[in-house]
């Protein structure tokens, strides 16, 4: 089992930035891939970002390419998101995903991952 607490959601400005983490416990010794994703009101919960076990790889939707950087610090157990450039459409809620593997994968699909934290909000003021 992993469980999986995100924060540093908040209110920003249109241009601003953010750093979101993801603190994972349980079964973390396994270093997890793992993956952000984001939830708009009346809308779908799609892909942000995903990294690797060792954090070797990295891949992100085009829709934050270039302004958002997925990383991860596998001595804290922690994930983060920086997110530089913020636009209103970036709103929605974030969410962080892990799932037990043994190989180097990148996951960019929700049905992937089997944990999921609880969702940090993301609101961008124009």
């Known amino acids: 089992q992993v469980q999986l607490v995100e924060s540093g959601g908040g209110l920003v400005q249109d241009g601003g930035s953010l750093r979101l983490s993801c603190a994972a416990s349980?079964?973390?010794?396994?270093?997890?891939?793992m993956g952000w994703f984001r939830q708009a009101p009346g809308k779908e919960r799609e892909f942000v970002a995903a990294?690797?076990?060792?954090?070797?790889?990295?891949y992100y939707a085009n829709s934050v390419k270039g302004r958002f950087t997925i990383s991860r610090d596998n001595a804290r157990n922690t994930m983060y998101l920086q997110m530089n450039s913020l636009k209103p459409e970036d709103t929605a809620v974030y969410y962080c995903?892990?799932?037990?593997?043994?190989?180097?994968?990148?996951?960019?699909?929700?049905?992937?991952?089997?944990?999921w934290g609880q969702g940090t909000q993301v609101t961008v003021s124009s």
């Open positions: 995903a892990a799932k037990l593997h043994r190989l180097e994968v990148i996951l960019p699909r929700r049905d992937e991952y089997n944990y």
């Open positions: 349980g079964r973390t010794f396994s270093s997890p891939a």
């Open positions: 990294i690797t076990r060792s954090g070797i790889s990295t």
